[in-house]
């Protein structure tokens, strides 16, 4: 058991899979009682089944109107929503000059408006109670730029300065905002920019050309090595953190 999370009602977007699930199912292990949300209803089924919890919400994030249902369906299965971890992304590359419309806006839509969507519906409950965490998963790449990334790194940079903001009104009431910035995570997500069986060592060893650095650890992050993050901002043992950002990333982005 793990205080601040134990018993607690823990809201996770993006829970279907990669990250998100890895989140849920640390919560989970640390006894926390959990409101599921991912656009993917079949892989959000299973994990609520296997979790064991009535509060799975196929709805996406992007969406105002179906995020503020499932919170308010949440918070009437399982009680007020002490912790909220947004993990809900998606990914589109290409250079600036060939990017188009379309990928933009679904990018900032759900990395960011997301966020947003979801943030204030639970703070909104949040407030009157004078208690929460939130805590917003993000990217290395929101504080490096990234080449070919651009909306990618843009929407998380934005999702970031948000979740510091919304940090920085909310302290008052005792409500604490973090972020949590991965880098490169062994998950479908990374896998679908691998061309062939050596990507991974790429990764590993950087890519000059493209002016990225290596990871000085010398592995790729695994997700639970992200949720293990997410559990530690969403406790007791950070009760005097808020608006932080922690890179989670082997040192790939030396901390710049």
């Given at each position: 058991?793990?205080?601040?999370?134990?018993?607690?009602?823990?809201?996770?977007?993006?829970?279907?899979?990669?990250?998100?699930?890895?989140?849920?199912?640390?919560?989970?292990?640390?006894?926390?009682?959990?409101?599921?949300?991912?656009?993917?209803?079949?892989?959000?089924?299973?994990?609520?089944?296997?979790?064991d919890t009535p509060s799975a919400h196929a709805a996406d994030v992007s969406d105002a109107r179906?995020?503020?249902?499932?919170?308010?369906?949440?918070?009437?299965?399982?009680?007020?929503?002490?912790?909220?971890?947004?993990?809900?992304?998606?990914?589109?590359?290409?250079?600036?000059?060939?990017?188009?419309?379309?990928?933009?806006?679904?990018?900032?839509?759900?990395?960011?408006?997301?966020?947003?969507?979801v943030s204030r519906a639970v703070v909104r409950r949040m407030i009157p109670r004078a208690a929460g965490v939130i805590v917003t998963v993000a990217s290395n790449a929101a504080g490096v730029p990234r080449a070919e990334m651009a909306a990618y790194a843009a929407s998380k940079a934005a999702a970031t300065m948000f979740t510091k903001c919304l940090g920085l009104e909310v302290a008052r009431y005792g409500i604490r905002c973090n972020v949590v910035a991965p880098g490169s995570t062994d998950t479908a997500m990374q896998r679908a920019l691998w061309t062939d069986d050596r990507a991974a060592e790429r990764v590993i060893a950087g890519v000059p050309e493209a002016y990225r650095t290596g990871i000085p650890l010398g592995r790729i992050a695994e997700p639970g090595d992200i949720a293990d993050a997410v559990a530690f901002l969403a406790s007791d043992r950070a009760r005097h953190i808020t608006m932080h950002d922690l890179y989670v990333d082997g040192g790939a982005t030396l901390r710049a």
């Amino acid at each position: 058991m793990e205080p601040g999370i134990s018993g607690a009602h823990a809201f996770v977007t993006g829970a279907a899979r990669g990250i998100g699930e890895a989140v849920a199912r640390t919560l989970a292990g640390y006894g926390a009682r959990l409101s599921l949300l991912d656009r993917d209803p079949g892989p959000l089924a299973r994990l609520a089944r296997e979790l064991d919890t009535p509060s799975a919400h196929a709805a996406d994030v992007s969406d105002a109107r179906a995020v503020e249902k499932a919170v308010a369906e949440a918070e009437d299965r399982l009680g007020p929503i002490g912790i909220l971890v947004n993990v809900a992304g998606v990914l589109h590359t290409g250079p600036v000059a060939e990017f188009g419309d379309e990928e933009w806006a679904r990018t900032f839509a759900v990395n960011t408006g997301g966020v947003f969507h979801v943030s204030r519906a639970v703070v909104r409950r949040m407030i009157p109670r004078a208690a929460g965490v939130i805590v917003t998963v993000a990217s290395n790449a929101a504080g490096v730029p990234r080449a070919e990334m651009a909306a990618y790194a843009a929407s998380k940079a934005a999702a970031t300065m948000f979740t510091k903001c919304l940090g920085l009104e909310v302290a008052r009431y005792g409500i604490r905002c973090n972020v949590v910035a991965p880098g490169s995570t062994d998950t479908a997500m990374q896998r679908a920019l691998w061309t062939d069986d050596r990507a991974a060592e790429r990764v590993i060893a950087g890519v000059p050309e493209a002016y990225r650095t290596g990871i000085p650890l010398g592995r790729i992050a695994e997700p639970g090595d992200i949720a293990d993050a997410v559990a530690f901002l969403a406790s007791d043992r950070a009760r005097h953190i808020t608006m932080h950002d922690l890179y989670v990333d082997g040192g790939a982005t030396l901390r710049a």
